[in-house]
Protein backbone atom coordinates (compact mmCIF):
# COMPACT_ATOMS: atom_id res chain seq x y z
CA UNK A 1 0.00 0.00 0.00
CA UNK A 2 3.01 2.59 0.62
CA UNK A 3 4.10 2.00 -3.02
CA UNK A 4 0.66 2.46 -4.29
CA UNK A 5 -0.17 5.69 -2.25
CA UNK A 6 3.65 7.37 -2.69
CA UNK A 7 4.87 6.13 -6.37
CA UNK A 8 2.46 4.14 -8.56
CA UNK A 9 0.89 8.29 -9.45
CA UNK A 10 4.19 8.37 -11.30
CA UNK A 11 5.84 4.71 -11.93
CA UNK A 12 2.06 3.09 -12.73
CA UNK A 13 0.51 0.79 -10.22
CA UNK A 14 3.06 -2.05 -12.26
CA UNK A 15 5.88 -0.05 -11.60
CA UNK A 16 6.78 -0.07 -15.35
CA UNK A 17 6.78 3.83 -15.33
CA UNK A 18 6.46 6.20 -18.37
CA UNK A 19 9.04 6.52 -20.71
CA UNK A 20 7.49 8.70 -22.50
CA UNK A 21 7.36 11.41 -19.39
CA UNK A 22 10.97 10.30 -18.23
CA UNK A 23 9.92 8.57 -15.69
CA UNK A 24 11.82 5.31 -15.58
CA UNK A 25 10.58 2.06 -15.33
CA UNK A 26 11.37 0.22 -11.77
CA UNK A 27 10.86 -3.44 -13.38
CA UNK A 28 13.90 -2.64 -16.52
CA UNK A 29 16.87 -4.76 -16.53
CA UNK A 30 18.51 -1.59 -15.37
CA UNK A 31 16.59 -1.12 -12.09
CA UNK A 32 17.06 -4.81 -11.14
CA UNK A 33 20.86 -4.08 -11.97
CA UNK A 34 20.76 -0.96 -9.26
CA UNK A 35 22.02 -2.33 -5.68
CA UNK A 36 19.17 -2.44 -3.22
CA UNK A 37 21.78 1.42 -1.70
CA UNK A 38 21.43 2.45 -4.74
CA UNK A 39 17.50 2.24 -5.07
CA UNK A 40 17.35 3.62 -1.34
CA UNK A 41 19.56 6.43 -2.76
CA UNK A 42 17.53 7.01 -5.65
CA UNK A 43 14.19 7.15 -3.35
CA UNK A 44 15.59 9.99 -0.72
CA UNK A 45 17.93 11.56 -2.90
CA UNK A 46 16.35 12.76 -6.43
CA UNK A 47 14.74 16.10 -6.84
CA UNK A 48 11.37 14.65 -8.12
CA UNK A 49 11.00 12.73 -5.32
CA UNK A 50 11.74 15.56 -2.81
CA UNK A 51 8.04 15.72 -1.60
CA UNK A 52 7.72 12.02 -0.92
CA UNK A 53 10.83 11.24 0.11
CA UNK A 54 10.65 13.99 3.41
CA UNK A 55 7.22 11.67 4.31
CA UNK A 56 8.86 8.53 4.74
CA UNK A 57 11.02 6.98 7.65
CA UNK A 58 14.12 4.84 6.71
CA UNK A 59 12.43 1.99 7.70
CA UNK A 60 9.71 2.79 4.81
CA UNK A 61 12.05 3.46 2.40
CA UNK A 62 13.53 -0.56 2.42
CA UNK A 63 9.80 -1.30 2.55
CA UNK A 64 9.75 -0.04 -0.63
CA UNK A 65 13.00 -1.45 -1.78
CA UNK A 66 12.15 -4.39 -0.91
CA UNK A 67 8.36 -4.48 -2.86
CA UNK A 68 9.97 -3.13 -5.65
CA UNK A 69 12.10 -6.32 -5.73
CA UNK A 70 9.29 -8.46 -4.95
CA UNK A 71 7.92 -6.79 -8.57
CA UNK A 72 11.04 -7.36 -10.62
CA UNK A 73 10.85 -10.92 -10.42
Request: charge should be positive.
Amino acid sequence: SLFKTKCAACHGADAAGKPAAKIPSLISDEAKKASDADLEKAIVEKPKHAGVAKALTPDQVKMLVSYIRSVQK
